[in-house]
């Protein structure tokens, strides 16, 4: 079977298709282009309103075996950009389904990375209060991803959660000795205790660039 890994671009507004397009040239067949905004990476910023912008979050589902080149023509593309133009991660995959077929993704789960993902849905309006608690145990910044769920709120629950039609999909890269700090923290706010409000769950990171110039 072919192992497969997610690849995860975090760049300025509107620059998501050409980045692809660069990906493309090198083995990608395709990616998704979703819009959120960065939220600042400290509580003082966040305060005076600095640090928030409009962003592309771009995703790719590459062949293992191509991984590395596409990798590489996104860091390219992105040369001539301005110093923290983005991030780059890469994520494994477990079952991927495709052109008919099933692949299965290597298990990871014993091997040890430096940094993690941290992936929190929560009902609108939510995000920047996680983002501040996540701050305090040692998160930097975060992306929102505006979200819906599938059903009225009556209609379905998932993992326990009412599946209401307005989410806020906050994505985190912390490093990996803070994982359980900021999971904490996280797990200790008041909107998360009651049932239904939110789910959170992290996945190592295989590989964490910066984009732009060095």
Not at 7 to 30: F, N, V
Not at 54 to 66: A, F, G, K, Y
Not at 109 to 119: C, L, P, R, W
């Amino acid at each position: 079977m072919e192992d497969y890994k997610l690849l995860i671009s975090i760049i300025p507004h509107d620059r998501g298709e050409s980045l692809i397009r660069a990906a493309m040239e090198s083995g990608c067949q395709g990616g998704t282009v979703m819009s959120g905004r960065a939220l600042a990476k400290s509580n003082v910023a966040a305060i005076l309103g600095l640090g928030e912008f409009s962003r592309d979050i771009v995703l790719m589902v590459v062949r293992n075996d191509v991984k590395e080149s596409v990798s590489n023509a996104i860091v390219n593309a992105s040369k001539t950009q301005k110093k923290g133009f983005g991030e780059l991660l890469c994520v494994n995959l477990g079952t991927v389904y495709k052109g008919g077929k099933r692949s299965g993704g290597e298990n990871m789960s014993n091997t040890n990375f430096e940094n993690t993902m941290i992936t929190v849905i929560v009902n609108k309006g939510y995000a920047d209060d996680v983002m501040a608690a996540a701050r305090n145990a040692g998160a930097g910044g975060g992306t929102v991803v505006s979200a819906r769920g599938t059903a009225r709120e009556t209609d379905a629950r998932f993992f326990g959660m009412h599946i209401v039609p307005e989410k806020e999909m906050l994505i985190m890269v912390v490093s990996s000795d803070k994982k359980d700090a900021v999971i904490s923290a996280i797990e200790e706010m008041k909107c998360l205790k009651e049932p239904g409000m939110g789910i959170a769950y992290s996945c190592a990171v295989e590989d964490f660039t910066t984009l732009g110039k060095k």
